[in-house]
């Protein structure tokens, strides 16, 4: 699986977008983006996935740049409750089960 | 999304002691897998369980430590046998859904003393 680089922190004011970045220019073609978040205490939640275009559902949206190295998550209209750690993880499913969380970010919601 | 429920959601242990942690999923499922959360930590895999299998597990985790089991498609164990302070964890399960992605469970907070 592709490593991934991310930021340690971030913090976005309640009610703007959150962008989160994400670098992984070693991902192969075959691999997929995913990223997860984890409130405190909680088991991670599954956010969104994508390999080239780019991907929206009802929690958030996740663009990924032509050349695949990198991507961006994007909360629209971040509340209180997103605060957590993100984790953007290459992933070419398949056999190859094995999700590698890394350090991820920390998105703090500040009100 | 499936809905993944974990017993106990935390215990405290005593040394030398085991726990087993069950893992329930509201639908069948194929794979099931188990992870550990460290304190201040990332998660990592401790082994992948398939039904009517033997549970396939990750570099520096054995069986005799962590036995696995899994009787059917939407029920798991995972044992912490003889368990030592450095055992104190959070231990969850999840399930792969049908994009490769996962769903996980609370998470079974352990503390050993």
């Known amino acids: 699986d592709a490593k991934t680089t991310q930021p340690t922190s971030m913090d976005c004011a309640e009610g703007r977008a959150a962008n989160l970045p994400c670098n992984h220019s070693?991902?192969?073609?075959?691999?997929?983006v995913y990223w997860y978040r984890q409130i405190h205490s909680q088991g991670p939640q599954y956010i969104i996935h994508?390999?080239?275009n780019n991907e929206t559902n009802e929690m958030a949206s996740l663009i990924i740049t032509e050349d695949r190295k990198s991507s961006t998550l994007i909360l629209p209209h971040a509340t209180l409750r997103d605060t957590a750690v993100y984790y953007c993880?290459?992933?070419?499913?398949?056999?190859?089960?094995?999700?590698?969380f890394g350090k991820g970010t920390l998105l703090t919601v500040n009100p | 999304s499936a809905v993944i429920s974990q017993k106990p959601s935390r215990d405290i242990c005593q040394r030398g002691t085991s726990l087993t942690i069950q893992c329930q999923v509201d639908?069948?499922?194929?794979?099931m897998f188990w992870y550990r959360q460290q304190p201040g930590q990332s998660l990592t895999l401790i082994a992948t369980?398939?039904?009517?299998?033997?549970?396939?597990?990750e570099s520096g985790f054995v069986i005799d430590k962590f036995p696995i089991s899994r009787p059917n498609l939407t029920f798991s164990t995972l044992t912490v046998s003889n368990m030592s302070p450095e055992d104190s964890s959070i231990y969850l399960c999840?399930?792969?859904?049908?994009?490769?992605?996962?769903?996980f469970g609370p998470g079974t907070r352990l503390t050993v003393t």
């Open positions: 993880i290459g992933y070419s499913g398949g056999s190859n089960y094995k999700l590698t």
């Open positions: 070693t991902i192969s073609g075959n691999e997929y």
């Open positions: 994508g390999l080239k």
């Open positions: 639908s069948q499922v194929t794979m």
């Open positions: 369980a398939n039904q009517g299998s033997e549970a396939t597990y």
């Open positions: 999840s399930m792969r859904g049908d994009s490769y992605e996962q769903y």
